[in-house]
């Protein structure tokens, strides 16, 4: 299966290499093409460098926007019309860093990254949000755990998308767990109680009850 990366930083790269790993294929894009092109030349064949956000669609079955929130709206704008029944997989925590590198908020408390990214998505786009819950770091060195893998959760209000995501995230080395609809997501992104936990399937399923 192919899934588009657009946004080749530090955790688009990751997941990249994670889902590599697990025998996906990938189209690549990022501001520059210089990110992407390095990625792609580290991951060997099963990527391609596309020539652009558009480009990078073609043929994929989803597409992770692995962007800073500030350049979501913009770049949803740019591949609107393609992104039409595609499932579209949204790490991204509601965040902004100034020149000094402080980092705020840029959402008014108790509205998430995802319910505002739906509203910007084009009717019949499959939005999940998953893969922002763990840093780069910690995405890297817990998949493939074993002997229990660890879990990643995700938030969708479209079945279509939740089984996409699933198999991405099982193709990344983790267990799926799904937290509830996108009104839910605000629990994966940063503050929330769901992120950067590093914990079994069982832990999990009795957290999801737990809020
Ligand atoms: N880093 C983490 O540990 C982490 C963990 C969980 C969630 N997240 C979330 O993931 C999102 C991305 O974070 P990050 O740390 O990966 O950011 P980053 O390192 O700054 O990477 C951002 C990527 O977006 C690309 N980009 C910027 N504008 C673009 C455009 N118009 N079209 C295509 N690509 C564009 C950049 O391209 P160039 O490479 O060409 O500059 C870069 O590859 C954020 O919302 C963050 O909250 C990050």
Redesign the pocket.
């Given at each position: 299966m192919t899934t588009a990366i657009?946004?080749?930083?530090?955790?688009?790269?990751?997941i990249a290499r994670q889902l590599a790993s697990g025998g996906e294929t990938l189209r690549l894009?990022?501001?520059?093409?210089?990110?992407?092109r390095t990625l792609a030349a580290e991951i060997g064949r099963a990527a391609v460098v596309a020539a652009g956000?558009r480009d990078a669609l073609q043929g994929a079955d989803a597409v992770v926007l692995?962007?800073?929130?500030t350049?979501?709206k913009?770049?949803i704008e740019?591949i609107a019309d393609p992104l039409t029944g595609k499932v579209v997989v949204v790490?991204?925590?509601?965040?902004t860093t100034d020149a000094q590198g402080n980092i705020s908020r840029v959402l008014p408390k108790g509205q998430s990254?995802g319910e505002v990214v739906a509203e910007w998505l084009p009717t019949g786009a499959r939005l999940a949000m998953a893969?922002?819950?763990?840093?780069?770091?910690?995405?890297e060195s817990s998949s493939n755990r074993s002997p229990e893998p660890a879990v990643l959760f995700y938030a969708t209000d479209d079945d279509r998308a939740g089984e996409e995501v699933e198999r991405l995230i099982r193709t990344a080395g983790f267990e799926p767990v799904k937290v509830g609809g996108i009104e839910q997501s605000g629990r994966l992104e940063?503050g929330g109680d769901l992120h950067d936990l590093i914990i079994g399937p069982a832990e999990a399923r009795s957290l999801i009850g737990g809020a």
């Open positions: 657009i946004g080749t930083g530090g955790i688009g790269s990751v894009s990022s501001a520059d093409t210089k990110s992407a956000n692995a962007l800073r929130f350049v979501l913009g770049v740019e790490p991204s925590n509601p965040l990254s893969f922002g819950t763990l840093s780069a770091n910690l995405f940063v």
